[in-house]
């Protein structure tokens, strides 16, 4: 069982009352106690099950405009006393830094918890089993799934206290369940894997395993038997889980830190167009039961929405305390990245997206990061299927996909399709006349 909130409070208070006394003017502690479990299976047979427990402290102590931070998982108290002694100690020797500083009393959280962030549901190891072994057993029902790569079921718990010298002091519970099936198909000669992944707040709304195991068949079988294309310049879909992709590079493109730092092709893009009229994305930490939301970030600041590109235009950047200072900005609780980050829905549905040409390529896998944030140049290895007249036609694979953000980003068109399946979310997504490089 996870660490109760008054224990966590008590651990706490305790580092911030000792911080002061040895000489800290400021200090912000987080405990954090996580329980999780896993089993893993491979072709039928249990390759694994483990259970894991961690018990924490990540404390930052402030004297003047020095700072430091130390964690450690060994929380006894001599050990405590230690760490807490030697965060101090660094902190008197740190160089002064006129920024540092906690953020401000006005911008904590307050009100009432109502989001849905912990399931009490505990499962036996047994049920976890179970449900990977309906999963494999529906995939290896299908013609040509020979064996899998690895499937597995993972429960986690876990429950924190943040507190600081400015009074502020709050946590809550929350909990993940996660199960995927990987598998591998085999035909001619040809051989091809792929996997289905499903991760939700409670266990109710995970995939049931059928679904889990049949999706994960269906993805490997459309990969087999391959063909290799000439390079071309063309439009391109992504599949939802790849679309996503583009908008991890564009949240760490507007980071304060990397605005502050001038290392991102977006840092003298806000109040200007980025994207096409038709493209908004938002961050939304107050959605009920997703798995990026939350009340607070780790600077105890309060998550409010953000309207980040409205009509296309570059509204906002994810700030944190400091680099907010830096770019003359206040920090909109965004210390420990985005929370719900999602395009919002296109206009048009997924059949209109793949029959807007003749030919368009349905990417469905890519290979690397791909993204230069620097310069915004954008290449990556991938594999999909290609669309002839609206239908899906063959497997590709051994294909780059090359362009750069600023183009590709006016070159959107997105179906309306959305499903908020992770914390990063996209419908499927087209981009026209992207270079691909083949045989």
Partial sequence: ????????????????????????????????????????????????????????????????KKKSSISSSDLNEKNLDELIKRCVESTKITPEDELNSLADKELYFEGDKNLDLYDE?????????????????????????????GSGFS????????????????????????????????????????YEYSSKRFFQDILKPKDLGAKAA??????????????????????????KSFLSAFSSAISSSAIAKGTTFLKDKLNE??????????????????????????????IKPLDLVKNGDLNDFLIDTYNGKKIKMQ?????????NLYFLNGSISFNELINSSKRILYINETIGRGSNLITGDYSVGASGLMIENGEFSYPVSEITIAGNLNDIFKNITLANDLEFNYAINSPTMLVEGMIVGGK
């Fill in 273 to 302: 167009k980025i994207f096409n009229d038709k493209i908004n994305i938002q961050d939304k930490g107050d959605i009920k039961k997703a798995n990026g939301s939350r009340y607070f970030d780790s600077e105890g600041v309060k």
């Fill in 1 to 64: 069982m996870i660490k109760e909130k008054d224990y966590l409070n008590t651990i706490a208070d305790q580092c911030l009352s000792k911080a002061k006394k040895l000489g800290s003017t400021e200090a912000s502690v987080l405990v954090m106690n996580s329980v999780s479990e896993n089993v893993n299976i491979r072709n039928r047979k249990l390759d694994g099950s483990t259970r894991s427990e961690n018990l924490g402290i990540a404390l930052t102590t402030y004297i003047g």
């Fill in 155 to 194: 429960q986690n718990k876990s429950n924190f206290v943040l507190a600081n010298s400015n009074g502020f002091s709050d946590g809550y519970k929350t909990s993940q369940f996660t199960a995927y099936c990987e598998v591998v198909s085999k035909n001619n000669g040809s051989m091809e894997r792929d």
């Fill in 331 to 339: 920090s909109n609780g965004r210390s420990s990245g985005s929370t």
């Fill in 121 to 149: 549901t505990i499962l036996e190891n047994q049920q976890k089993i179970d449900y990977i072994n309906e999963a494999e057993e529906e995939a290896f029902s299908k013609k040509d799934i020979i064996n899998t790569n």
């Fill in 218 to 243: 269906e993805l490997a079988l459309k990969k087999l038997n391959p063909k290799k294309i000439k390079s071309e310049k063309l439009n391109i879909v992504f599949d939802k889980r790849i679309a």
